[in-house]
């Protein structure tokens, strides 16, 4: 009768390991196109992605950089102060996005250009994401909001 005992319980430890790693290769099948890297300008240009990888960059829209083209395709750049991106958007821009102000874009980085197919523009004007901050602060250019 103990060996039956034991028996049953090593099964059920082995099927509740088989059904973990079942579980956790779902999970990250799942997931694999769901995750998004951050980078900054600075760390795109170090070290580019291919263009197949999906990420998202961040910073400040720099000045004077903003050109609308012919149909909804917006082109400007993306700085973090140590490094600029070019970026090509093709949408509606949200109410908020303006020079010198932060964004976070995601998308592919294709022949130099950055093609986003999502951007994010600030909350308000003291809201800046916290990977933006950081990149900024990186790079020595961030100011705190009211200075």
Known sequence: MKNLKKQRRIQVIAVAAVALIVATVLIGYAMRDGINYFRSPSQVMEEPPK???????????AEG?????QGETVRFAVTDGGATVQVAYTGVLPDLFEENQGMVGTGRYVNGVFEATEILAKHDETYMPKEVMDALKEQGVYQEPGS
């Open 65 to 69: 950089s903003l050109q609308r083209g």
């Open 51 to 61: 263009p197949s990888e999906v990420f998202r960059i961040g910073g400040l829209v």
